[in-house]
Structure formats: C-alpha cells, structure tokens
C-alpha cells in the first residue's frame, strides 16, 4: 500500500483542510457526502483520496487559478423564477447555484461559499425569515452578502426582511437593470458586521 493510500485523516484534521468546523465535517459523513472509516474507538478515519474526492465534488480546493467568476447562489421554489434570474445572470457570466429547496440553503452555502445569495421569502418548509436568520448565525456563511427577491412589499415586511439579516432588498416582479445593478454592487463584497 503506498503513503498516498494510506494516509488517512481525524475530522479535526480534515475540517482544517477544508476550512469548516469538525461538526461539519461529522455530518458529511453521516449524510453520506465523505466516505470514512470507524476506529474501535469509535472515531472516523477519511483516507486522503476520499477527501480529495469529496473536495473536488464540491470545489473545495483553493480558487487562486485564473480569473474568478463570481459565485452566485439563487435560492427560488418556482421554476420560472429561477429560470429567468439564470438567464440574466449567465449571460453576464456569472457562476451560479440554483437551489429549489430552503432546507439545503446551509449546507450548500457552508460547502460552496457563494459571493452573494439571492433569497425568496415565501417558500415552503422553511420561509426565508428563517433561512436568512439561520444563515446570520452560522459562522461559515455569516458573511456572506444576502438580497432578498421577493414579492413581499409591505413596510412592514421589508423591514422584517433587514432585521433577519438581509443586505439588500429587490422586489418582484424586478426589472433586468435594477438585478444586475444590486448584484454587481454586492457580489463578493462580503459584510463586515
């Protein structure tokens, strides 16, 4: 068996290889994402090559190659909406994640650490109150810059949408300028608070 194989890592070990904590690492593993092994005692075992296909899976390895495309993440339950936000941002080259579902906004969001997220208020399951809240409070997307785009347009909404964490607000129906122009202005600026 040659060093390559057998290498294998803690998820302490593994976590500061892919910049998260070991608890993110532990659920991977329970979630099927990382394959590892059990010690007799118990503790998980990642060979190198396991990891290396993990990161690669979820681009994980440092991104200093080349000039970068800023990531986009657009997080809708409708179809239409989603598709058409995809279009004008493709064509402006952006890289984008498309997630229809909210309640795999943080685990995609703490893998693929996007420049900016384009949230939808009203889903189902998990309203982006909650999202945007849960987001806010994890410290592997806490800084990442959050728009709502949303059809909530009362004051009173809006302002809820701020307190939970939201950067910027759009509401739809949005015109093509006006989306360009927010995301320009905010992907990859990262928040300071």
């Known amino acids: 068996m040659s060093d390559r194989e057998s290498k294998a ?3 302490f070990e593994a976590a500061r290889i892919c910049h998260v904590t070991h608890h993110s ?3 991977w593993i329970k979630q099927g994402l990382i394959k590892a092994s059990r010690t007799p005692g118990g503790h ?3 060979l190198e090559h396991d990891l290396d296909a993990f990161r690669e899976q979820y681009d994980m390895f440092p991104r200093d190659k080349g000039p970068l495309k800023k990531r986009v993440m657009i ?6 909406a989603l598709t058409l936000t995809e279009k004008i941002l493709d064509t402006e080259g952006y890289e984008l994640i498309k ?15 996007p420049d900016l997220i384009l949230l939808d208020f009203l889903m189902p399951e998990i309203n982006g109150f909650e999202v945007c809240k849960a987001l806010r409070d994890n410290e592997l997307t806490r800084s990442i810059p959050i728009m ?21 607000y ?4 949005f ?9 320009r202005d905010l992907a990859g600026k990262g928040r300071s608070a």
């Open 175 to 183: 015109k093509v300028e006006q989306l360009l122009e927010k995301v």
């Open 75 to 80: 997080v809708d339950d409708d179809e239409d």
């Open 25 to 27: 690492i532990k659920n």
């Open 170 to 173: 759009l509401a739809k129906p």
């Open 44 to 46: 998980y075992r990642i």
């Open 99 to 113: 997630v229809t579902n909210a309640t795999e906004v943080g685990i995609k969001a703490a893998q693929l650490v």
């Open 148 to 168: 709502a785009v949303t059809c909530l347009s009362k004051e009173r909404d809006i302002e809820r949408i701020f307190e939970c964490g939201a950067d910027e």
């Open 9 to 11: 890592y803690t998820t």
